[in-house]
């Protein structure tokens, strides 16, 4: 017997009462009623009491608190699987022989909206949201989804959502006949109600969605989709699975379709795919745990300043006003102030046209939350100050001489300086407990990643401050120590030495930017400094020559590039040629890196692309370690949502850690010897690297510490 609402037990998360002659069943397991082995247990338990009773009608499912199911309890993946089977589960409720209502809010994800697919009649409020997104986490529906929403919405509907995992909004759902009804009812559990009391006065009956069968398509459709995914998620297995899953469900049975999707869900769970992309999930959740502001209260954010109106500016600007912050930007004179309104207006038309502004909005922020001045003293209100001069600390310093005195007691300044010392800048306020990193990624109003770099002197209120600003402009913050680069870049720098290694060695920058390519990157690394400017990475390598160690093996190849005018992609060349034919290799590069084997006395030999994986990939992940050995990362999660979320890494592999987890850390390192015998300066394996191969440990190890 099933406990009633009025004495539930601590424990158990879905409880039933009957409401007349409508069985009403609650699930509540905060925070977002995913369906764990209790879940569906007492759902199992209720539709059982549900058959054994003659006095029920109709029954209504719903969640309590803020949604409905979000899905499968990920954090149960990996484990054992224990009984009742979420397949099994949603076959019994779509048995049930009295109608099933499923009242959905919030969001009805993955398994939540399998289950809501089981039940017979589906009413939702007018902002719920659905979506298979299980594509995402490397896995496919595996509840039925791939087979009762191709006969619900159709093939190609469910075959777009299945393979895109994206969130669907009840006017498309109602349209798609996803659901059959949306309801302005504020409480969920009366709109359930409501419609299971209609259905029984109009004498409905079960619609069972097993029992449709699903509108044939042409062969064509599927091999279209398969062909787009190839390229589109290259390298990756869950999509083209959830194709023959959907495929599955035009040409057999239901019974059989059901057990193909189970086959095909089973190979993925199976996979390091899906390990690695549910890492990253909860890796993105876990960063924002940091031990130091735990309990600290952020301070209050409306008004934000921002300092230069270049690329950057501009882009952090955008990303404050597309959130509602009040934003005054500041440049050098009246003819940059005017080009830094350009630039912003430019941008949030774009977002207009792209539907993420609207033109009220629009003409709101240029009417006034925005504003652009060469007056400093405008900031005298700011609550945080973004400073994005150039890169040199005698500019910074400056800048922040000024806003100490000008801004109010409490105001938060902060530098997204890519390589400086920031305690070096904050020293130059009389109030360096205030100051703090905040470096964005380029474009910032795209890009995800914001590092906090948080300085000797930063108080934990300001870096508190710092997550809620990131939350706020729908970024993932990672915090970062401070050192030259911080997480990223610092990495960046190692591994692009590795990549100069393996071209000084004999691979072309071409074979580099393909091979890695293949391995998962969004671009190769020789393509990015095209587009990044290699101007930048020129001024960042003269800023270090004084301090760069004679034994390191320097590759100048990219200096020949700047020192004729080529930056790359605004200059029209760079490692590429930039025409109408789109970009191709610049074949004066490779004399430049014979000259330079010839001047070093390197004898060229062929560099296999599994070796330029595994020396990119080693060199990463040993920098990394050093990286999380310093406290510069919290943890090893921390550099994998970094690399994530700002350069482009597979997500499908997890993050750099993840990956060498993945392939042995014993490989990394044995790697790392290997190529230590032709540069021992470059590559001296880390001392964190060594212990955890020593101790037999991973970073996962780490992470969970
Ligand atoms: N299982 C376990 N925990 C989950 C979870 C899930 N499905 N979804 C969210 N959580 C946890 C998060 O880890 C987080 O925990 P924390 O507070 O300890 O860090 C907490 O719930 C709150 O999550 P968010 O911080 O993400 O909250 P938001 O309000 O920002 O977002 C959400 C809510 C949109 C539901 C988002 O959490 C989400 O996208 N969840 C995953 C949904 C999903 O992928 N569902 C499919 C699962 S796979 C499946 O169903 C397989 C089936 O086909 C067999
Ligand atoms: P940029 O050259 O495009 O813009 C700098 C702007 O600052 C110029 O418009 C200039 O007029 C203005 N400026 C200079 N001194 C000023 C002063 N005293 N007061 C007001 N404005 C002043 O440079 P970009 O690329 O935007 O970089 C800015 C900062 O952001 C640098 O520290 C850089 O390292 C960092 N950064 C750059 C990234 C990129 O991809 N471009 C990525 C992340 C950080």
Redesign the pocket.
Known sequence: MLPRKEEPPVSNPVLMEVVDDIAVIAIANP??N??SHAVRSGLDAAFAEIARRDDVKAVVIYGTD??FI??????EFGKPPQEPF?PDLINRIEACVVPVVAALH??A????L?VALGAHYRVAVPNARFG???V??G?????G?TQRLPRLAGVEFALEAITSGRQISADEALKAGVIDRISDTSDVREMGLTYARELVASGATPRRTSELSPVPVAAEVFDAARTRLAKKARGQLAPQNCIKAVEGATRLSFAEGLANERAL?QELMESDQRAALIHA??AE??VA?VPEIKDVAPRTIDQIGVIGGGTMGAGIAVSALLAGLQVTLIERDADAVARAEANVSKTLQGSVKRGKLSQENYDAIMGGTFRASDDYATLAEADVVIEAVFESMEVKKDVFTKLDAICKPGAILASNTSYLDVNEIAAMTSRPEDVIGLHFFSPAHVMRLLEIVVADKTAPEVTATGFALAKRLKKVAVRAGVCDGFIGNRILSHYRKAGDGAVLAGASPFEVDRALVNFGLAMGPYAVSDLAGLDIGWATRKRLAPTRDPREVYAEFADRLCEAGHFGRKTGKGFYVYGEEGQVPNDEVLEHIAMERAAKGIAARKISEQEIVDRYMAAMVNEAARVVEEGIALRPLDVDVTLLNGYGFPRWRGGPMQYADTVGLDKILADIERFAQEDDFLWQPASLLKRLVAEGKTFADLNNA
Request: proline share 8%.
């Open positions: 925070p977002v995913a369906l803020r949604t979000a899905g499968a309890d990920i954090r979420l919030g969001t994800l993955g398994g939540g399998e298979l997104p299980e995402t986490l896995i496919l529906p595996g509840a989804g869900f999930f909860f959740r876990q745990k």
